[in-house]
């Protein structure tokens, strides 16, 4: 299968060019040249299989034409080795939570999977640049942790991610290299994308991205709505779902956006933001404004230019399109915390600040009848110092938590200037040329 550049100016790709070069060269975000609807049997059977099952099927549609059956199913079980429940909240509002693996946070899965995709690919050193606001950093740095062959720069804004995300990947050391940005996050991704676009450190250097602009790191999330529903159906829910995704890069609902156009009975689709509300304003206006974003309590979903709103567009072809499929939400931080406090008092279930935006927009969005499953996208002791405030008492920490805190963090300190990143990564890495 073939990958096209949402910009439409770069070559058509392969799928190994796509996953290993990460952005088009037109700056655009690749994207498959046609989306494979599963066949009636799985759907008619889905509800039976396990997570990883289910998920082979997918990557089959996805990736099974340009990698053998065998080593995609080796990738895609390696890469869940755990699973992610859906938990009854209310009545009709299911949590699907997707913090069950390493590092708690449900951009496990793509990090995971991504690692072992480029180790399939990839035929020499391979310098992976991943800009973070929080969850992508530590999801990716232990995804890729001693992958033979790969180096990983984590950019991230030097004081605007929580210290339990901070410690997740800046204390691994061996092919880890934290780096802290004089700027938000916006800054640390431009950066990114400028030394992608770089020609002469690309001549230089083997560069590769890991944030959600990677197909291979967008596409597995895809996994996570088959498994949700195919879990609703077990518990004899057999409407259509509205499903609930709190959106920062908008990498998570874009994979099941791919899912619905793949078979995936979805009623429709609700984007929760937090005060960054560039998508939101988009829904009521038809105009993309992107801006700098601002620092919110929700700090995964501080995103001021959400890059994957270029593959919705592209899904979708206008502003008509989207909406008929998407609405939208938009909360401030007094907001978000009372509705961690509502729920907790209510249901006893504990959100964390981003899956309280995507339970109150379920909730203010779900009409009668109607059944849905929000994602709670991280476990909320990562957000503890935040939490813990709001309730008023102790949250408890997981002791996959505890065990990064006990180490030493260590980072760069970077002003936000491309020279002085361009000078690093021309420093600490290998030459193409040997």
């Known amino acids: 299968m073939m990958?096209?550049?949402?910009?439409?100016?770069?070559?058509?790709?392969?799928?190994?060019?796509?996953?290993?070069?990460?952005l088009a060269e037109d700056r655009g975000l690749y994207v498959p040249e046609r989306i494979q609807r599963l066949s009636p049997d799985f759907f008619a059977n889905f509800r039976d299989m396990d997570f990883a099952e289910i998920a082979c099927h997918v990557a089959d549609a996805f990736f099974g034409v340009d990698i053998p059956q065998e080593a995609l199913h080796r990738i895609v079980r390696e890469s869940l080795s755990f699973d992610c429940p859906i938990v009854p909240v209310d009545a009709?509002?299911?949590?699907?939570?997707?913090?069950?693996?390493?590092?708690?946070?449900?951009?496990?899965?793509?990090?995971?999977?991504?690692?072992?995709?480029?180790?399939?690919?990839?035929?020499?050193?391979?310098?992976?640049?991943?800009?973070?606001?929080?969850?992508?950093?530590?999801?990716?740095?232990?995804?890729?942790?001693?992958v033979e062959g790969i180096r990983v720069f984590v950019l991230y804004p030097e004081g605007k991610v929580s210290p339990i995300q901070e410690c997740q990947f800046t204390t691994l050391g061996q092919n880890i290299t934290a780096i802290a940005v004089d700027g938000v996050f916006d800054d640390c991704q431009a950066l990114v994308k400028q030394a992608f676009m770089d020609a002469s450190l690309n001549e230089e250097r083997a560069l590769t991205s890991a944030n959600s602009i990677n197909v291979a790191r967008f596409l597995p999330q895809s996994f996570y709505y088959f498994w949700a529903c195919a879990q609703l159906k077990r518990r004899g829910v057999q409407e259509a779902p509205v499903i609930c995704v709190p959106s920062g890069n908008f990498g998570n609902i874009c994979a099941a956006l791919y899912a619905k156009r793949m078979g995936l009975d979805v009623k429709r689709f609700i984007a929760a933001n937090n005060a960054n509300s560039v998508f939101y304003e988009y829904l009521r206006d038809g105009q993309y404004r992107p801006r700098p974003s601002v620092q919110t309590i929700a700090n995964a979903m501080d995103v001021g230019d959400p890059s994957n709103f270029a593959r919705v567009l592209h899904l979708y072809g206008s502003h008509a399109a989207i909406c008929?499929?998407?609405?939208?939400?938009?909360?401030?931080?007094?907001?978000?915390?009372?509705?961690?406090?509502?729920?907790?008092?209510?249901?006893?279930?504990?959100?964390?600040?981003?899956?309280?935006?995507?339970?109150?927009?379920?909730?203010?969005?779900?009409?009668?009848?109607?059944?849905?499953?929000?994602?709670?996208t991280a476990h909320p002791a990562k957000f503890m110092d935040t939490v813990e405030a709001i309730l008023g008492e102790e949250v408890t920490v997981p002791e996959k938590l505890l065990a990064f805190t006990r180490g030493q963090r260590q980072s760069v300190r970077m002003p936000n200037d491309y020279a002085a990143f361009r000078t690093f990564l021309l420093e600490h890495t290998k030459s193409q040329i040997q």
């Open 324 to 376: 008929a499929d998407i609405s939208g939400a938009t909360y401030n931080d007094t907001q978000i915390a009372q509705t961690i406090r509502d729920v907790k008092a209510r249901t006893g279930y504990l959100c964390d600040p981003h899956g309280a935006c995507g339970y109150r927009a379920l909730a203010e969005g779900l009409q009668a009848g109607e059944t849905g499953i929000f994602c709670e």
């Open 92 to 146: 009709d509002k299911y949590a699907l939570e997707l913090f069950h693996g390493p590092t708690l946070a449900f951009k496990d899965v793509g990090a995971r999977f991504m690692a072992r995709m480029l180790r399939h690919f990839s035929d020499g050193e391979l310098n992976v640049l991943v800009a973070t606001s929080g969850d992508t950093g530590s999801a990716v740095a232990n995804g890729f942790l001693g």
């Open 3 to 22: 990958y096209y550049s949402t910009n439409g100016k770069a070559a058509p790709a392969t799928l190994r060019h796509a996953v290993v070069k990460g």
